[in-house]
């Protein structure tokens, strides 16, 4: 990839991310080295934007993080929303027609609540992977694929995040009343014909949820930060990739 695009996604990146956050102080010298880097004064230092792209992940990854854990984060959005377990949708038709529901939609919509209260400790997780982010790493995401960033907290966090998110999801399942729902649901819906054994690893399959949902909005924002030309909020960045 050409040296200017390199300058032009790092842009984007920046000026993206710019209009996700109110802390746009933080960047004020280093867009001026941005200026001097697309040929408007001087040079810029591989180091200055290795560093400018890490400030910029930083914010990125804060704000998928906010998104997630605001109250409906995962429950309001389809993309992300836990549905109800594989078992447990193979006899929903059967449980609702016996009255329950009401107790169906509220297991749903706990399990989402747990993930919501755990996600918000990924953020230290993602930020130590960006402070530990290595020369040929940095250049692998700005001149790698739409998702490249993603794959690279994917790479260096998920197991990480897994180990830290079992138990919190537990303990947050116990806080919004998952476990007890779904042990109350399960003991009424016994007594239906056909109904099964609900048998899975709830723990897991929140946690599991909770990870995928992230990781997809992290990637929805760095494609957007990437792509959408909504981002282009200033006339030099607009000069910049219309000779792309």
Do not use: C
Not at 103 to 117: G, H, K, P, V
Not at 210 to 230: C, H, M, N, Q, V
């Amino acid at each position: 990839m050409k040296r200017p695009r390199l300058f032009a996604m790092l842009l984007l990146i920046t000026f993206g991310l710019l209009q996700l956050t109110p802390a746009h102080a933080q960047f004020g010298d280093f867009l001026q080295g941005i200026k001097k880097a697309v040929g408007l004064g001087g040079g810029l230092s591989e180091g200055k934007i290795i560093d400018g792209l890490k400030e910029a992940l930083q914010i990125g990854t804060q704000n998928a993080v906010e998104t997630v854990s605001r109250a409906g984060g995962y429950y309001d959005n389809p993309k992300i929303k836990i549905p109800l377990p594989g078992t447990v949708q193979k006899a929903e038709k059967l449980v609702r027609a016996a009255g329950y529901g009401t107790q169906l939609d509220a297991f749903e919509m706990s399990m989402n609540r747990a993930a919501e209260t755990a996600a918000p400790e990924a953020k230290g997780i993602f930020w130590d992977a960006i402070k530990k982010m290595k020369v040929a790493d940095a250049r692998k995401i700005l001149q790698g694929q739409d998702n490249e960033a993603t794959l690279y907290f994917k790479d260096k966090t998920h197991d990480r995040l897994g180990e830290l998110f079992k138990p919190m999801v537990r303990n947050a399942m116990s806080e919004v009343g998952v476990t007890r729902t779904y042990q109350d649901l399960q003991g009424k819906v016994q007594s239906i014909p056909f109904v099964g054994t609900w048998a899975f690893d709830l723990d897991e399959y929140v946690k599991n949820g909770a990870l995928e949902g992230l990781f997809l909005t992290l990637g929805e924002e760095e494609k957007k930060i990437r792509e959408d030309p909504s981002a282009r909020v200033t006339d030099l960045l607009k000069e910049v990739f219309a000779t792309r």
